[in-house]
């Protein structure tokens, strides 16, 4: 019986960077009409596998193999050529440009001398068609949400007609709609024979769209399990190779904490007159769809995004309205949501990034009150300890860094200085289990040492186990609270959508 090829075959793959082994005898096999999932702790080798894959990267050694063919490819047009797309989470799109123009760049259709925009336009509306999502495609990409450029980026791969799709942590930046669209075309492609390789740090995402997972530690290959083979546990300790203990911390609550942060009556863009409160010693937890204000909210109450009504009192003082440099400096901690359009310096390394958020503090002035170069050091490598980035990563260029190892950064800048009051927006997006348990550590370090803080989420399990008390935004507008012993998942989804019907 004729042996049934896989559609791509890694063998034996090693990957050599100066210093560094990223891929040690790599084997990994892709099968027609299956989701292969790829898990691994940031660094793990992921992100190089998929590279070798897509044309990004050339293996050291190794061999790569479609069909009964060798293949070696020089570059992603290489790959396309040979039915390989990906979708990686750096985009790759023109912000100037339409949406359908982005989709055929440099395979512009012609009619005769010219650009055939009509065609291009048709066919870009059939992509989005068949994907199941409502694009116009004559927008300009730079005024689209992440998630809509997301859907172009997909639709880019499909247009090349690939049979093998990469996907890198596709869900990551869509709402719990825009996911289950996105299954849906999933599944509709593995139906037509497509194989799809799939990263996601979402282990509950698995059993939706995945036949097999293989699981990646320090650039080789664990081993490849079937969905539903093993336990969400013993996943990770594959993945880990040590147990991982509580996933969520038990944080300590202080029932007598004072008010920090007093909002009333709030208005401004998607937020329609909320009131709340959040108090020393206590986790404010804020959910709902992307969309529903929760976000927006603490935005504007940090000065980036403006104030149409209502107040803002930190420690009881004013702050209704003041720069985000004031609100900064009056003791409030922020981290965004997007670490690299707005939480890092990516061209700077990890320590001067750390060293950013103490440019004010005394502690590290020396004679006359200049900045002293030594006390900078030994106050970013205390940080760098806090939050287990070593000596070596502080020093190298963020950009260069993991995505878990960034978000470490992005929190090491929040102890440079004391602060009263933290606000995390979306402060595990994107990393792996193991570093998120390392944050959920530094979270309850934060409040149980007697600081308000606040957490914004999307991810649901995340946001209701570190919840002393939990807000759910539906539509700007505050459509539940619950306290601790009241947070249960049914009431919690029910008022995400309670003010959307209302007016829909």
């Not at 997972?213 to 969905?227: A, F, H, Q, Y």
């Not at 995004?305 to 107040?311: C, K, L, S, V």
């Amino acid at each position: 019986m004729p042996r049934a090829w896989p559609l791509v075959e890694l063998i034996n793959v090693t990957k050599e960077y100066p210093g560094v082994r990223a891929l040690s005898d790599v084997n990994f096999e892709l099968r027609a009409g299956e989701v292969h999932v790829l898990f691994g702790e940031n660094g793990a080798g992921k992100s190089t596998l998929i590279s070798i894959l897509a044309g990004a990267a050339e293996p050291t050694s190794g061999t790569i193999r479609m069909g009964d063919e060798v293949k070696s490819f020089q570059s992603v047009r290489g790959a396309r050529a040979a039915g390989i797309g990906a979708v990686f989470q750096e985009f790759s799109l023109v912000p100037t440009m339409t949406v359908f123009e982005n989709i055929f760049l440099g395979e512009e259709p012609g009619r005769g001398p010219f650009v055939d925009r009509r065609r291009m336009r048709a066919r870009a509306v059939e992509l989005f068609d068949r994907l199941g999502f409502s694009i116009d495609v004559d927008r300009r990409v730079a005024t689209l949400s992440r998630a809509e450029q997301q859907m172009v980026e997909i639709a880019k791969a499909l247009h090349a007609d690939v049979r093998i799709l990469i996907l890198d942590e596709p869900t990551a930046s869509l709402t719990e709609r825009e996911t289950q669209k996105l299954f849906a075309f999933i599944r509709r492609a593995k139906d037509g024979g497509m194989g799809i390789v799939y990263i996601s740090h979402r282990i509950q995402e698995f059993s939706a769209v995945a036949d097999r997972i293989t699981v990646l530690r320090d650039g080789r290959v664990i081993g490849t399990v079937k969905v539903g083979d093993l336990s969400e546990p013993a996943l990770i300790e594959m993945m880990t190779g040590r147990t991982v203990g509580e996933l969520y911390p038990t944080i300590a609550r202080r029932t007598d904490g004072e008010v920090v942060l007093a909002v009333r009556g709030l208005t401004g863009h998607e937020v329609r007159g909320v009131d709340f409160e959040a108090r020393r010693g206590e986790v404010l937890g804020l959910a709902g769809l992307v969309g529903s204000g929760k976000s927006a909210a603490l935005r504007a109450v940090v000065g980036l995004m403006p104030i149409t009504g209502g107040t803002v009192a930190l420690k009881g003082r004013d702050i209704t309205g003041a720069s985000t440099r004031a609100v900064l400096r009056a003791g409030v901690f922020y981290l965004p949501s997007d670490r690299k359009s707005e939480g890092l310096v990516l061209a700077a390394s990890a320590r001067d990034n750390i060293a950013l958020s103490m440019i004010d503090s005394r502690k590290v002035r020396g004679l006359f009150g200049l900045r002293s170069p030594g006390a900078v050091m030994r106050h970013t490598s205390d940080i760098g300890v806090r939050v287990d980035l070593t000596e070596a990563y502080l020093g190298r260029v963020t950009s260069k860094l993991s995505g878990g190892n960034q978000q470490k950064v992005l929190f090491g800048k929040g102890f440079g200085e004391d602060r009263d009051l933290y606000i995390f927006d979306e402060p595990t997006v994107g990393v792996d289990v193991g570093t998120r348990s390392a944050l959920y550590r530094l979270i309850k370090e934060i409040a149980e040492a007697g600081k308000a803080v606040v957490v914004i989420s999307s991810d649901l399990p995340e946001v209701m186990s570190l919840s002393h008390r939990l807000l759910v935004f539906s539509n700007g507008r505050i459509a539940a609270e619950f306290d601790r012993d009241q947070i249960e998942e049914q009431a919690v989804l029910g008022a995400f959508f309670k003010y959307e019907r209302q007016t829909a």
